[in-house]
């Protein structure tokens, strides 16, 4: 816990995005089997918390490509956001010992 506390300047960021990456990989997964107007709370909190990443990633893909490939965009970029915490932390000396890249 005192590693935690020492360091919630990385490990709260890597956890939000941890979580909206496998949050967004569930959503796309579900979403082979289930309509998107599907009215399950599993599936509206899906999307309440992955529709502003995809938004913005919407924001900056051309129009022509599907919603699919959008959301895939988005784990990528995410995964991208992730790495590039760790760089930049350790790059500065403030990475955890533990995440040491």
């Given amino acids: 816990m005192a590693d935690f506390v020492a360091h919630w300047y990385f ?6 995005l941890a979580a909206l990456v496998y949050t967004l ?3 796309l997964i579900l979403g082979i089997f289930v ?12 999307r309440r918390l ?3 990443p995809i938004a913005a990633v919407a924001f900056v893909t051309p129009q022509v490509m599907p919603r699919v490939v959008v959301m895939l965009f988005t784990v990528l970029w995410l995964s ?19 995440a040491a890249v």
């Fill in 25 to 27: 990989i569930g959503r």
């Fill in 11 to 16: 490990h709260i960021p890597n956890f939000v």
């Fill in 35 to 46: 309509p998107e107007s599907w009215d399950n709370y599993i599936w509206r909190a899906f």
């Fill in 80 to 98: 991208v956001a992730r790495v590039a915490l760790a760089v930049g932390l350790n790059a500065v000396g403030l990475l955890p010992p533990s």
């Fill in 50 to 52: 992955t529709d502003p």
